[in-house]
Nanobody, 122 residues
């Protein structure tokens, strides 16, 4: 069982940056791939980024983008660094965990957090 708690979302002006964190409980964090998915109002959930268990492999919806996913297994935490934020980045950002990298790469996960709201004003 993995429990996930996201934090770091807030109101930010366009062009700004944020770092989201997802803290995981449980001793099996380091064996799980992690991912970030977002959901804007009135839209379906959208895959953002994924990272494998070691951090050695990452995958992005936009490979040449503004987001960087990373993890610190010693702290049981995965991060999403976001720069040059745009109003269209406004969404609830969820982190997900799964034993399979392919699952989080597809925007799926066995475990989900409750989400953190990111609002980008123009």
């Amino acid at each position: 069982q993995v429990q996930l708690v996201e934090s770091g979302g807030r109101l930010v002006q366009a062009g700004g940056s944020l770092r989201l964190s997802c803290a995981a409980s449980g001793r099996t964090f380091s064996s799980h791939a992690m991912g970030w998915v977002r959901q804007a109002p009135g839209k379906e959930r959208e895959f953002v980024a994924a990272i494998n268990w070691s951090g050695g492999s990452t995958y992005y919806a936009d490979p040449v983008g503004r987001f960087t996913i990373s993890r610190d297994n010693a702290k049981n935490t995965v991060y999403l660094e976001m720069i040059s934020l745009k109003p269209e980045d406004t969404a609830v950002y969820y982190c997900a965990a799964d034993g399979h990298f392919d699952a989080v790469r597809a925007g799926r996960g066995a475990y989900w957090g409750q989400g953190t709201q990111v609002t980008v004003s123009s």
